[in-house]
């Protein structure tokens, strides 16, 4: 008799794992199409676009319709919310939120922490606020950056000691795997 189980750590590895094995296959198709198409120039310049447009397609095919992704079908695991009495196919929220969290959030983040340097590092920074200030401000601004890699890689470390949730977006949206 084949019970229910929450996904094991070594499941969730080795579906994201293949995941992204898939999502470097279309990263790199999509790349060439833009390639062909733009020419070099453009592609390098767009790159992280490119790379964001590629994992946008795959997971809005995959978890956005409510499918299995590639590498949860390898693992043989199933997306469920948990929230509820009762074991229950994420919502179409929950499934939005997960997936906008996980490809948007590390590029806006980045995005933004770049544009505020640029401006706190222009001049017309220094008439709109003191010099301590500015300072201050780029000073945060240099430490958020490896304190967003750090706290990536400490929930890492929190899921293989005890975690259910391998990506922060699936802990912020309450998704857990079943197998």
């Known amino acids: 008799m084949c019970g229910i189980r929450e996904g094991s750590h070594a499941e969730l590895v080795r579906s994201n794992q293949k995941d992204l094995t898939y999502l470097?296959?279309?990263?790199?198709?999509?790349?060439?199409?833009?390639?062909?198409v733009l020419g070099m120039r453009h592609v390098v310049r767009w790159q992280r676009e490119l790379s964001l447009v590629a994992d946008l397609c795959y997971f809005s095919?995959?978890?956005?319709?409510?499918f299995q992704t590639l590498g949860e079908e390898y693992s043989d695991i199933l997306q469920v919310d948990k929230s509820g009495p009762r074991l229950a196919v994420p919502s179409m929220l929950q499934r939005i939120l997960t997936v906008l969290l996980h490809t948007f959030t590390?590029?806006?983040l980045d995005k933004c922490l770049a544009r505020a340097q640029r401006y706190l590092s222009q001049e017309s920074a220094e008439q709109t606020m003191s010099a301590?200030?500015?300072?201050?401000l780029l000073q945060l601004i240099a430490y958020a950056r490896p304190a967003v890699e750090w706290l990536h890689r400490f929930h890492q470390v929190v899921f293989f000691l005890n975690g259910a949730f391998y990506h922060l977006a699936k802990r912020v949206s309450g998704i857990h795997y079943m197998a």
Do not use: K, N
């Open 132 to 136: 301590g200030r500015r300072d201050l």
């Open 24 to 36: 470097t296959l279309l990263r790199s198709t999509v790349t060439d199409i833009a390639q062909s």
């Open 106 to 108: 590390p590029y806006l």
């Open 61 to 66: 095919l995959t978890t956005f319709s409510g």
